[in-house]
C-alpha cells in the first residue's frame, strides 16, 4: 500500500521530470575564455583530471575556503531543516503535521526571498568594485545568520518561534547562487562542471552528511535529554557558521588573486 505522505513525493517529482525534459531544448553555447590552443566547441577537448587537480593545487586556498566555507554552511541548513520538526514537536507539544503546514510555506516564500536578495547584493558589491562579491556574500550571510539562530530556539511558545524563522530562512538561503556563480568566475570554461561537482560533492557530504547527525549526537551525549533539541541546534549551527564565515574571510584575498590571474590567462589567450 501506498501512504498518503508516499504519494506526495509523486506529486512533487512527475512535474520536476516533465520540467527536466526541456533541457533537451537547450542548445549548448559557444564556449568563452578557452585558452589558446583548444577548440572552443570540441567535446575532444575536455581537461584531463590531472590538470583539473592541479588547477586546484594551484588556487588551493580559493577553493578550500569557498567549497569548506559553503559546505558548512550547508551543514546548518541541513541540520537545521532535519531538526525543526522535531523542535517544535518536543519543545511545544506540535504534530509534524502541523509545523508541515506552517512552516512550509515559510521555507518556500522566505527562502526563495533570501536568494533573490542574496543576488541582489552580490550585483550590488560587483558594481562597486568588490571583486570578491560572490564570495563576500557568503560572509556577509553567515554573519547575519548566526545572530537568528540564536533566537527562535529559545522562544516561550511555537508561534514566536515561527516569526524568528523568517530571517533564518532569508539568510540561509541568501548566499548559495553567489556561491554557485563563485565557482563559475574562478575556473576555466572546461574545467567547470568537474569542479562544480567536486563542490556539490562536499556539500552533501559535509552539510547533508553531518549536519543532522551532529544534531543527534549533542542531544544524546552532551545534554542526554531529547527534549535538549534546541540547544543542540544552536551549538552545531554556530559553530558551524563561525567556522564558515572564517574560511569566507581568509578566501577573500585568494579567491581576488585567483581570479584576477585566470582573467590575465583570458586575455592573453584572445
Partial sequence: AIFPWQKIFFVIGVPGLLIAALMFTVREPARRGVPSGRDANAGQTQYPLREVFAYIRANKMTFLCHNLGFALFALHNYAANAWIPPFFTRTYGWEASKVGIVYGPI??????????????????????????????????????????????????????????????????????????????EVTP????????????????????????????????????????????????GAIALLLAALLFWLGLKPYRRSLANLQEQAAASR
Fill in 189 to 236: 570554461n572546461q574545467m567547470r562542471a568537474q569542479i562544480s561537482a567536486l563542490y556539490l560533492f562536499l556539500i552533501n557530504l559535509i552539510g547533508l552528511g553531518f549536519g543532522p547527525t551532529a544534531v543527534a549526537l549533542t542531544t544524546d551525549f552532551v545534554f542526554g535529554d531529547e527534549n535538549a533539541v534546541r540547544y543542540s541546534l544552536i551549538i552545531v
Fill in 107 to 184: 521555507i518556500v516564500v522566505f527562502g526563495t526571498i533570501g536568494i533573490l536578495l542574496g543576488g541582489y547584493l552580490t550585483d550590488w558589491l560587483a558594481k562597486r568594485g568588490y571583486a570578491d562579491a560572490k564570495l563576500r556574500t557568503g560572509l556577509i550571510a553567515a554573519l547575519a545568520l548566526m545572530p537568528t539562530i540564536l533566537l527562535y530556539p529559545l522562544m516561550p511558545n511555537g508561534e514566536a518561534a515561527l516569526l524568528a524563522l523568517i530571517p533564518v530562512n532569508i539568510f540561509a538561503s541568501f548566499a548559495f547562487g553567489a556561491a554557485t556563480a563563485a565557482i563559475q
